[in-house]
DNA sequence: TAGATTGTTAATCGATTAACAATC
DNA sequence: TAGATTGTTAATCGATTAACAATC
């Protein structure tokens, strides 16, 4: 199916979609409908239809969609299916967290190494971990161009200055920093303190109507 | 300064500001106005006006903020100056990521324990580990109101009906899979496939482009 | 004063939702 | 066929942006 201009919002929704399709129960009906999605995720019934004509047009009416296709086709859409390679730079608690999660293959996010400024030595699950100095070469042999962010929000702007150096197009950072960045380099940024915000609102007004 | 109604998005956005303004050299001016922070952050000008406008009104005109009194006001206004106790279940490496992150604390978080079903004794970041057994017992002396989950996928909707059941009000989900809660009960879904699948759709804009 | 900045009111934009026609 | 479901077109809603008046 042919890519439409796509909003980010339809974007942030289908992993959600991909997750619950892939959780499904075997030995059901090997088809699953936009309406059942829906409900199933707590979602408008309108709002999914529309996701899914977006990236699959398996659809048939009466019908809905076959599971095993959807899956596929919201994976390709995503570019899940060939795997983009990153580096990792900052090897403590949250970058070893992410360095040791397996999950991330099926979406497409394979790590190939972690570096940090006195790596311990040794690997974290497998994955290697590097002194700093080696990252350049490291990116221009492999043709890296997704780099993931887990050093202390001080060091941040700096990594990302290197990154980009060494020719990365596209940043995940999870340090709670704005990131300068020219034009065509995409930062994605991982705020937990953004979701902390609504959970922290929801708390407030909860404990004052109980007032 | 009185609450109005606030919107999601402005909501996502004030810890945003928080950080940079707390990151801020000091030895500076006092004054920060919503032009410069705007200009900083690479957020639009009218916006940040607006947003700074409904949390605080110490806005001189030519002046701007006094740095210290906006810093207040965001923190008061998203609850951050009473501290919210939590509890975490599950804790794998995510787990003890977050609980050996020291910076919760600013942002109004402190979790008081991790419970998982075998904890290997001890503490982590000077957070103690209990088994899963004692949840209830815990939550119910502490009134404790927010839970984490960073267990697997496959146990979270089991680990969320029993935080619910302890009397949790607001949770935060860091499993892939969307939770069924009754009404009054809050997820903030914390979704690194979301994350990925807009870096993923950027760096396949990229190489297309390339071509 | 002049100019920078604030806060507000109106216009635009985009996303969600509602209504409906098409299909098996 | 009747009914469930699809996909589309139009209406609504909300958030962002633009224009402007107010202030020091």
Redesign the pocket.
Known sequence: MEHKEI????LK?LPIYLAYLKGMPEGGSPY??????AAALG?????V??D??MV??????????LREGLIGDIQQFLGYDNLTDAVLIGAGKLGQALLGYTGFQEYGLNILAAFDVSPSPGTEGGKPIYPISRLEGFCRTYKVLMGIITVPAEHAQEVCDQLIACGIKAIWNFAPVHLEVPAGILVQQENMATSLAVLSMHLQAQIKEKK
């Not at 909003?7 to 339809?10: L, R």
């Not at 699953?32 to 999605?37: D, N, V, Y």
């Open positions: 909003s980010k919002s339809v929704r699953i409908s936009a309406t059942a999605l979602m408008g019934e309108v709002q239809r529309k899914l004509a699959s047009d398996g659809g048939r009416p009466k019908v809905g969609y």
